[in-house]
């Protein structure tokens, strides 16, 4: 057998973050297309923990697949470098990887900073004459743009911005999640160029190619309706009888402001609000709730149970809104609810949304906090079933185009219509 090596370099779980999500699904269509080796390269548990980031309960975390090796280095050196550490174990690692002679195809996801681990390493390994056989491939996420070259042009600092584009125009294929991501590179390389006399602009428009998140839709369709109803009465839940939220706990998420139209809708009399996640504006929003009984915070809800709680609600609102630091560039939550069925989706035209739910959502001015109370009320207590059953019919085909399988063959061109190694057809 001809061995071939897949090495992604990413925020993998425990992170609550869909890119963690993207990573591991196309890791699992990895093992059915050839590759020998697949491998997610990632930070031990306890530098996420103290990051600060949101995290799935660890003791409740999917397996991946046998076959997929999950790496955390350790740091490298001592206190004596305050920064830079676990890089330098992320990037000693791969060296390492590179150094055996196994073809490899190597994917960064969230350019800061697993686009540099993969860009030094090969370096590195070429310098030192190992003999590297690989193939990069650099996917750019929302907060690559929004977070980081956007804050950089904001503050002035064009250097880090450079380095950034710079970087990520250093690998063979670079890739975005979304077209509206495609577009903010190219608005963002302009401005740089704007600055610097440089050509990144030029250079985004002629490579970056749309990848879409890869999702694994076999978990979200077909859910077994006893399932459902065990998940609702473990949480103190009737079917059709909460709104719910799932998702980071952030201001960009519109949670403040479904909070808001939730209290002053009608159909408060009828449903619950259910709040499921973490995230850094959780405190908040328990004190803009305050004592509301009917409105419940889950802070534990795993990748199995998500779907349950998806496929029960009355409706899923995500009412996200651009904010300095975050723009929602696609919504994997969006196609995932789209999958479940159940009741709609009730949403804003943010960034990638669009391209996430297209025509198949019920649809809010961004920051609208009384369109979106209005929506709650219509979808809750005035929709009819036949434009329920509707939305929800155009809604799982749409979201059937972000099949992992589908998406992992576009990605890797790989031949179409052919059977998988467990003999289910492919998605595409």
């Known amino acids: 057998m001809n061995e071939r090596r897949l090495v992604i370099v990413v925020r993998a779980d425990p992170v609550i973050c869909g890119h963690s999500g993207e990573a591991r699904n196309l890791a699992e269509v990895a093992l059915h297309r050839g590759f020998t080796d697949v491998r997610l390269l990632t930070w031990p548990i ?54 055996e002679p196994i073809p490899t195809t190597c994917l960064s996801m969230y350019l800061s900073p697993h686009a540099n681990v993969v860009v030094d390493a090969v370096a590195s390994a070429r310098a030192a004459g190992f003999p590297a056989d ?16 956007t804050s950089c042009l904001r503050e002035g600092r064009f250097g880090a911005a450079a380095v950034v584009l710079t970087t990520y125009l250093a690998h063979d294929e670079v890739l975005a999640v979304s077209e509206f991501t495609r577009d903010q590179i190219v ?3 302009e401005a740089v160029d704007a600055h610097c006399g440089t050509r990144f602009a030029w250079a985004c428009r002629d490579r970056v ?65 259910v709040i499921a996640g973490t995230g850094p504006a959780l405190p908040e929003v328990r004190a803009l709730a305050g004592d509301d009984e009917r409105i419940v915070f889950l802070t534990d809800v795993d990748d199995d149970e998500k779907p349950l709680l998806m496929r029960g609600c009355a409706t899923y ?18 196609t995932e609810k789209l999958l479940t069925g159940g009741g709609p989706v009730i949403t804003t035209l943010t960034g990638g949304t669009g391209e996430a739910v297209g025509d198949t959502a019920v649809i809010v001015e961004a920051g609208d906090v009384e369109a979106l109370r209005a929506a709650l009320d219509r979808v809750v207590l005035e929709m009819p079933e036949h434009e329920r059953g509707g939305l929800e019919l155009r809604g799982r085909d749409h979201a059937m185009a972000f099949d992992r399988v589908r998406v992992f063959d576009q990605l890797f061109r790989a031949p179409r219509h052919v059977t998988l190694v467990d003999g289910t057809a492919n998605a595409g």
């Open 46 to 99: 306890p530098a996420l923990q103290a990051a600060g980031l949101p995290l799935k309960p660890l003791d409740r975390l999917l397996p991946y697949s046998e076959g997929i090796t999950v790496e955390r280095p350790e740091p490298v050196g001592d206190y004596r470098v305050p920064d830079g550490r676990y890089l330098a174990g992320l990037t000693g690692r791969l060296v390492e990887l590179l150094a």
């Open 134 to 149: 690989v193939h990069t491939m650099a996917k750019a996420v929302g907060s690559d743009v929004t977070n980081v070259i």
């Open 187 to 189: 608005l963002a390389a």
């Open 209 to 273: 190619t749309v990848s879409y998140p890869p999702i694994d839709t076999s978990a979200y369709t077909d859910l077994d309706p006893a399932a459902v109803e065990a998940a609702l009465a473990r949480r103190g839940l009737e079917r059709d009888g909460y709104v719910l939220f799932l998702s980071r706990v952030t201001r960009a998420k519109g949670v403040h402001d479904l909070v808001a139209a939730y209290a002053a809708s009608r159909a408060r009399d009828r449903v619950k609000l």
């Open 317 to 334: 609102a995500l009412p996200t809104k651009p904010e300095p630091d975050f723009v929602e560039t696609f919504g994997i939550a969006l």
